[in-house]
T-cell receptor, first 113, second 112 residues
Framework: GAVVSQHPSWVICKSGTSVKIECRSL??????MFWYRQFPKQSLMLMAT?????????EQGVEKDKFLINHASLTLSTLTVTSAHPEDSSFYIC?????????FGSGTRLTVV | SQQGEEDPQALSIQEGENATMNCSYK?????LQWYRQNSGRGLVHLIL?????REKHSGRLRVTLDTSKKSSSLLITASRAADTASYFC????????????FGQGTELSVKP
């Protein structure tokens, strides 16, 4: 089946710094990946759709300059949280669509202190 | 944007009992999927039901879909303590570029 690897699994950073989260499709090519954010006890909120070789499509209310998405290859998409603040602390999950359906990364727990 | 709404938000049952979770959505869909998430972990795909299907089974799971009411239900039979998790429905809607939109989720607690 399809495997999506997401790193890091957790990160703690200081307020004002930037954090990069990677999402790799290991055994398939993903032209499209999706990035979600999940606050405690809440559901997954779609942030953006990442398209290989083109600009990401952001959902309403998501700041594209705050959450930079790069999908430079068919197997890698990255989400960079720029100038992170405590309110950005959350669980971030990526997903890719393949012939097997949707596959999710294991998530990244971001804590901004 | 969130499309699905689920009820109940939380469900607590005894081991051996059945658990039923419901999901409602707003737009036309290609399919509806159910996922499980253990606390602080990633998602596990449970079952997918297409818009032209009405019922689907997988082991102890039974999913129904009523497109006229835009609703789905997930039934877990003979629950086990290990079924304790959050369960989410997600819709793959027409003309949405393949993105999955998740419901609010049901937090299931199965007591031994």
């Amino acid at each position: 089946g399809a495997v999506v690897s997401q790193h890091p699994s957790w990160v703690i950073c200081k307020s004002g710094t930037s954090v990069k989260i990677e999402c790799r499709s290991l055994d398939f090519q993903a032209t499209t990946m999706f990035w979600y954010r999940q606050f405690p006890k809440q559901s997954l909120m779609l942030m953006a759709t990442s398209n290989e070789g083109s600009k990401a499509t952001y959902e309403q209310g998501v700041e594209k300059d705050k959450f930079l998405i790069n999908h430079a290859s068919l197997t890698l998409s990255t989400l960079t949280v720029t100038s992170a603040h405590p309110e950005d602390s959350s669980f971030y999950i990526c997903s890719a669509r393949s012939d097997y359906g949707y596959t999710f990364g294991s998530g990244t727990r971001l804590t901004v202190v | 944007s969130q499309q699905g709404e689920e009820d109940p938000q939380a469900l607590s049952i005894q081991e051996g009992e059945n658990a039923t979770m419901n999901c409602s959505y707003k737009t036309s869909i290609n399919n509806l999927q159910w996922y499980r998430q253990n606390s602080g972990r990633g998602l596990v795909h449970l079952i997918l039901i297409r818009s032209n299907e009405r019922e689907k089974h997988s082991g102890r799971l039974r999913v129904t879909l009523d497109t006229s009411k835009k609703s789905s239900s997930l039934l877990i039979t003979a629950s086990r303590a290990a079924d304790t998790a959050s369960y989410f429905c997600a819709t793959d809607a027409y003309n949405q570029g393949g993105k999955l939109i998740f419901g609010q989720g049901t937090e299931l607690s199965v007591k031994p």
